[in-house]
């Protein structure tokens, strides 16, 4: 019995060890609130996955974008990350508004606003530093992709170069 028991702690800390592993090749991912304590103590660029239950290329951007050890790295220096889901019924407090549920849209009204109304899963939200207006990038971003865009806003390009200028130079380390 003691040797099962043993066996069975063995185990045990084997899969928490590798659990802890695999943990740290995934996002931090924080909610409004904790990102409004955040910005109080600290301005950084904001990154926001808007996603849904239902969608295949939102479940394949967590799959392969998201769990990339350098996606991963660059967003927890660069960015706060918030995990949106369009479809939360949960009051959400944001910028002094209040953001609830719309039946009539079948989405939280807080995602009608950062998609600009166009309602694309997923959708990349980056709210610069500034905290000026967000831009959505609507689709699914292979790691490749997603790179040029994080890093024209992470290298403080937005609003200095144009995109198309920006991407023209730009070297994927990714």
């Known amino acids: 019995m003691q040797k099962a028991k043993l066996l069975f702690l063995s185990v045990f800390s084997i899969f928490l060890l590798s659990a802890d592993k695999h943990d740290k090749t995934h996002v931090n991912w924080i909610n409004f609130a904790e990102l409004s304590s955040n910005l109080q103590k600290e301005k950084k660029l904001v990154l926001i996955d808007v996603y849904t239950d239902w969608c295949g290329w939102c479940k394949v951007m967590d799959s392969k974008t998201y769990s990339n050890k350098k996606v991963v790295d660059y967003l927890q220096n660069k960015f706060y990350a918030v995990k949106f889901n369009a479809e939360s019924k949960d009051d959400i407090a944001w910028e002094g508004k209040n953001y609830h549920y719309s039946a009539e849209y079948r989405c939280n009204e807080l995602a009608l606003y ?17 905290g000026s207006q967000p831009q959505a990038i609507p689709g699914y971003l292979p790691t490749k992709d997603f790179e040029s865009i994080v890093k024209y806003f992470g290298e403080d390009k937005y609003g200095k170069v144009p995109f198309e200028e920006y991407q023209k130079n730009f070297k994927s380390s990714w």
Do not use: E, K, R
Request: glycine letters at 6%.
């Open 114 to 130: 950062l998609l600009h109304g166009q309602m694309a899963f997923p959708t990349t939200v980056i709210i610069p530093a500034d």
